[in-house]
């Protein structure tokens, strides 16, 4: 990395440097090493949270099974996980352990644990481990680390600057304290969108509904919400001070007229529910969008569809639609995949084939992209 032009700073664990002398790695990366909390001759006080800001990515490596741990948990005892807990930047982490210790339920179960806090794997490879077995565990080569790091920061951050706001997810609409009315939207498409344009620089908001936030990287600011009601109120806030912003969410479009207090008690044969209109938050961001602003929404359709979107596009004064029908397979709701045809307001229409979500995003992304 010190090659690659990026100034480095190691920070160790006390056990790391049973194999490794300070002096080596001071040697290398042309730093002070930091080991404790303290400098042991000094008495100083070392910033574990400045480490955190200062870098623009943190690395772990090698991270074995007792370190993995402590982060899935929050443990704090040592200033490589006080430095990794104050960390806002991206973190990479390279599992490195004895076979068993790796396929472990516990060390998987870490794994999947620190992926869905945002962290970024560098997957352990097969090979000869420490102990004299082969097999996967291995720490994924150095020089495979290197260039992983530099593609990442490769990745040109065209977006940088641009403060973006994005909602995903389904809406709950309470019913009584018990019951509520909702979707089945599993917030992976707006998740993805979200994602890229993090991944592109921009300063991302996401307003997500009741789903879980796994898989959102870590530098993206996530308001939760329930009802269509919130997400209008958090998103008509946010978008002001946005450039530009994406709803993907799938915003109930009726909420019960009452709310009951008390579980509703099951009395008579029939129950009919009163329904009222919620608010349309993509329509009222179109209300109140400047012209520097850049606003599209999705349409989900069934039949149509492109009629459909084409007055959605206007009646909520977009820029551009993307529009999705749940006649294609490998789209919609909680699948992996999206098939999308985007419908710009100067009429143009572009379509893509099914793709997994990650990818779709990269498209809307780039299309986002030219208009900022
Ligand atoms: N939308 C919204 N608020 C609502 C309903 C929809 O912001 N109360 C947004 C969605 O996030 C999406 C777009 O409007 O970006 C279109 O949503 P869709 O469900 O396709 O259409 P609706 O406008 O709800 O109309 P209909 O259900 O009649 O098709």
Redesign the pocket.
Known sequence: MIKSGAQVKVVCTPNALDFVTPLTLSTLSKNAIYSHFFVKETGEWVNHVELGKWADAMVIAPCTANTLTKMANGYCDNLLLASYLSADCPVFFAPAMDLDMYLHPTTQQNISDLLRFGNIELPAVEGELASGLVGKGRMCEPEDIAHIMTSYFQKEKTLSGKTILV?AGPTYEKLDPVRFIGNYSSGKMGKAIANELASRGASVNLVLGPVTTDGIASNIRIVQIES?QE?YQACSEIFTTCDAAI???????YRPAIQEDHKIKKKTEDFNLEMVK??????SLGEIKRNNQILA?????TQNKYE?ALS?LAQ?NLDFIILNSMNDTGAGFGKETNKITILEKSGKKHTFDTKPKKDVAIDVVNLLATYL
């Open positions: 909602n269509a997400m709803l993907s969410a799938a915003v109930a479009d919620t608010i349309d938050v993509l329509k929404g999705f349409a989900l359709e459909n959605k909520k």
